[in-house]
């Protein structure tokens, strides 16, 4: 029933449409005609005003032929990290490419592609199916903002699959809780030539602290990485100001917290060894942060209906699913925060965010097949 020549020339036609974060509107209006035709009620949400975006959420309705069935959401985003604009996909027999000078898109065109399909073969074969809905989110690729502003209490579905990730054959049922910080060190302006005694250089308690923190892979649940450090440019001042950048990620919260607190205590002790001594006062350095979590950590236990949903519906199909933990979050963390139990499955995307990602075909195609097994299955049910 799925056909995976119209799948291909699906994915083409998302592929070629420009959608960075923010400007994912030439990829809404496809994706709302396709909808339309298909005979779905849709609603673009007010997301897009909230985040300075030229497009909301895109929020699907399927009729169902049996009603008496649990509602379903699926769901897939819009936007694309940079380089991302007019990308020239390359058709290879098993795969599709990108030319090599922007990423594909694969991430995450496939999973909108496979949604389409899945309710196109739906509509053409009148396969027996509950409730569906759909969230084509935007701006996921920048903290899940688009799955953060949809309104999941004016959805049905208590469980979803969301389509974000490399192979068909895993099923992502854990993934981490992310904090972002921002550290700003406070030192103390002077002559770097004349008077350096009398300042407190704010990159150097920067560097104590950076070199003293837990960075990089922690332990197998918990990663950390610091990508900027900002200060004043003149060399021959003692920089007065040293601004960090970083995140930290876990699978486990409790441990989460304890790293953030451990980052923080090195910014604290850092600060505290450095002073200078003016006019009999003694100055220290400061420290002044910024920190939230991005985003919640899920945990689906392999047992729950929407995972074994997946995984029957794989075996019936002669595929085996193992089901995993990735160290990044998608818009299934936002939903399992708000009470919708939420798997991310495989979509046959490869390299992601990388100007060498592409396609791996096969796996695209058997993507779509699970899913609309799942559809089928849980209407059978
Ligand atoms: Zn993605």
Same mark, same amino acid.
């Not at 649990?70 to 390359?90: F, K, R, T, Y």
């Not at 854990?174 to 407190?200: N, Q, W």
């Not at 998608?330 to 139990?341: H, K, P």
């Not at 096969?362 to 849980?378: G, Q, S, Y």
């Given at each position: 029933?799925?056909r995976r020549?119209?799948?291909?020339? $699906?994915? +083409?036609?998302? *592929?070629?449409?420009d959608?960075?974060?923010?400007? !994912?509107?030439? %990829?809404?209006d496809?994706? &709302?005609?396709?909808?339309?035709a298909?005979?779905c009620?849709?609603?673009?949400?007010d997301?897009?005003?909230?985040?300075?975006?030229?497009?909301?959420?895109?929020i699907?309705?399927?009729?169902?032929?049996?009603?008496d069935?649990?509602?379903?959401?699926?769901?897939?985003?819009?936007?694309?990290v940079?380089?991302?604009e007019?990308?020239?996909p390359?058709?290879?027999p098993?795969?599709?490419r990108s030319?090599?000078?922007?990423?594909?898109g694969?991430?995450?065109? $496939?999973? +909108?592609?496979v *949604?389409?399909?899945?309710?196109?073969?739906?509509? !053409?074969?009148? %396969?027996?199916?509950?409730? &569906?809905?759909?969230?084509?989110?935007?701006?996921?690729?920048?903290?899940?903002?688009?799955?953060?502003?949809?309104?999941?209490?004016?959805l049905?579905?208590?469980?979803?699959?969301?389509?974000d990730?490399?192979?068909?054959?895993?099923l992502?049922?854990r993934?981490?809780?992310?904090d972002?910080?921002?550290?700003v060190?406070?030192?103390?302006?002077?002559?770097?030539?004349m008077?350096?005694?009398?300042?407190?250089?704010?990159?150097?308690?920067?560097a104590?602290?950076?070199?003293?923190?837990?960075?990089g892979?922690?332990?197998a649940?918990?990663?950390s990485?610091? %990508?900027?450090?900002?200060?004043?440019?003149?060399?021959?001042?003692?920089?007065?100001?040293?601004?960090?950048r970083?995140?930290a990620?876990s699978?486990?919260d409790?441990?989460?917290?304890?790293?953030?607190?451990?980052?923080?205590?090195?910014?604290?002790d850092?600060?505290?060894?450095?002073s200078?001594t003016l006019?009999?006062?003694?100055?220290?350095?400061?420290?002044?942060?910024?920190?939230?979590r991005?985003?919640?950590?899920?945990?689906?236990?392999?047992e729950?209906?929407?995972?074994?949903?997946v995984?029957?519906?794989a075996?019936s199909?002669?595929?085996?699913?193992?089901?995993v933990?990735i160290g990044?979050g998608?818009?299934?963390n936002?939903?399992n925060?708000?009470?919708?139990?939420?798997?991310?499955?495989?979509?046959?995307?490869?390299?992601?965010?990388?100007?060498?990602?592409?396609?791996?075909?096969?796996d695209?195609?058997?993507c779509?097949?699970?899913?609309?097994?799942?559809?089928?299955?849980?209407?059978a049910?």
């Amino acid at each position: 029933m799925i056909r995976r020549d119209r799948m291909v020339d $699906t994915v +083409l036609d998302l *592929i070629r449409l420009d959608s960075h974060s923010r400007e !994912e509107r030439l %990829v809404a209006d496809y994706l &709302i005609s396709a909808l339309r035709a298909l005979g779905c009620d849709v609603v673009v949400d007010d997301a897009g005003r909230e985040v300075g975006g030229n497009a909301g959420n895109v929020i699907a309705r399927v009729k169902p032929s049996r009603s008496d069935a649990p509602s379903l959401l699926l769901s897939a985003h819009m936007d694309v990290v940079p380089p991302g604009e007019g990308v020239n996909p390359i058709v290879e027999p098993a795969r599709i490419r990108s030319d090599g000078t922007t990423i594909l898109g694969g991430d995450d065109k $496939t999973g +909108l592609a496979v *949604i389409l399909e899945t309710l196109t073969a739906v509509s !053409e074969h009148d %396969v027996p199916h509950g409730p &569906i809905e759909v969230v084509f989110s935007i701006c996921e690729e920048v903290g899940l903002l688009g799955a953060k502003h949809v309104d999941c209490d004016a959805l049905s579905s208590k469980e979803a699959i969301v389509l974000d990730s490399g192979s068909s054959s895993r099923l992502v049922t854990r993934a981490p809780s992310s904090d972002g910080f921002e550290f700003v060190v406070h030192g103390l302006e002077a002559h770097a030539g004349m008077c350096p005694e009398r300042g407190i250089s704010a990159v150097r308690v920067a560097a104590q602290a950076v070199a003293a923190m837990p960075l990089g892979r922690i332990d197998a649940e918990t990663t950390s990485n610091v %990508v900027i450090l900002e200060c004043p440019k003149a060399t021959n001042v003692v920089p007065n100001r040293c601004v960090v950048r970083g995140e930290a990620r876990s699978l486990d919260d409790a441990r989460l917290d304890a790293v953030m607190r451990e980052i923080r205590r090195c910014f604290q002790d850092a600060a505290g060894s450095a002073s200078a001594t003016l006019d009999g006062s003694v100055q220290r350095a400061w420290i002044e942060e910024r920190s939230q979590r991005t985003y919640h950590s899920m945990r689906v236990p392999d047992e729950a209906p929407v995972a074994q949903l997946v995984l029957s519906s794989a075996k019936s199909l002669g595929a085996e699913i193992e089901t995993v933990s990735i160290g990044g979050g998608s818009d299934a963390n936002v939903y399992n925060r708000r009470g919708i139990q939420s798997v991310n499955l495989g979509t046959g995307m490869r390299d992601i965010h990388t100007v060498n990602e592409w396609i791996d075909l096969p796996d695209f195609f058997r993507c779509a097949e699970i899913v609309l097994e799942c559809v089928r299955r849980r209407a059978a049910a």
